[in-house]
Nanobody, 114 residues
């Protein structure tokens, strides 16, 4: 069973940047589409970016142009570079496979102050 561990969150001022990492166990990572999700207090979890095994990316409109998703299949790791952060980006960020959701990790908290 794939295990996912997110890291890299923190407290940052509006306009700042953070890079999140998602470390995955299991040999299927390299052939799986992966995505970054976030859940803000009182809101549903939403998919903000996804990347195919071949590197094709799709972004939610709310983060397009500010966030960049990438992956290193050799390291079984996926990244989310977040620039131009806004207070509304405050949430717990998770990674998972949008096509075949597995167990959720603990997530990493991102807090953007105004």
């Amino acid at each position: 069973q794939v295990q996912l561990v997110e890291s890299g969150g923190g407290l940052v001022q509006a306009g700042g940047s953070l890079r999140l990492s998602c470390a995955a166990s299991g040999s299927i990572f390299s052939i799986s589409t992966m995505g970054w999700y976030r859940q803000a207090p009182g809101k549903q979890r939403e998919l903000v970016a996804r990347i195919s095994s071949g590197g094709v990316t799709i972004y939610a409109e709310s983060v397009k142009g500010r966030f960049t998703i990438s992956r290193d299949n050799a390291k079984n790791t996926m990244y989310l570079l977040m620039n131009g952060l806004k207070p509304e980006d405050t949430a717990i960020y998770y990674c998972n496979n949008p096509g075949a959701l597995g167990p959720w990790g603990q997530g990493t908290q991102v807090t953007v102050s105004s």
